[in-house]
Nanobody, 124 residues
Framework: QVQLVESGGGLVQAGGSLRLSCAAS????????MGWSRQAPGKEREFVAT????????RYADSVKGRFTISRDNAKNTVYLQMNTLKPEDTAVYYC?????????????????WGQGTQVTVSS
């Protein structure tokens, strides 16, 4: 079992940047693919980004590609989401997720463990 805790969310103006962190406990994340998803009020949760077990492959939703970067530091048992050039439509609760496996997981339903989420609000 893996426990995930997100942090780093907040209020930012359009065009600004935030870096989200996801700290894992219970298990090391070395053998887990990690991902981020988000959910805006009244909308379904959507995939944002993923990084494979070894960190060699990343995938992004079209809406964030070129602006967001996912990374991981297995020694710190932490995954990050660097968000640049934020837009109001990025406003959502952002969730960290983990999936044991060595594949590329680009759907939120594929993940086994989830954090509680951190709110990101981007003002116009």
């Amino acid at each position: 079992q893996v426990q995930l805790v997100e942090s780093g969310g907040g209020l930012v103006q359009a065009g600004g940047s935030l870096r989200l962190s996801c700290a894992a406990s219970g298990r090391t994340i070395s053998n887990y693919a990690m991902g981020w998803s988000r959910q805006a009020p009244g909308k379904e949760r959507e995939f944002v980004a993923t990084i494979t077990w070894g960190g060699g492959i990343t995938r992004y939703a079209d809406s964030v590609k070129g602006r967001f970067t996912i990374s991981r530091d297995n020694a710190k048992n932490t995954v990050y989401l660097q968000m640049n050039t934020l837009k109001p439509e990025d406003t959502a609760v952002y969730y960290c997720a983990a999936r044991g496996g060595r594949y590329v997981y680009t759907k939120h339903r594929e993940y086994d463990y989830w954090g509680q989420g951190t709110q990101v609000t981007v003002s116009s």
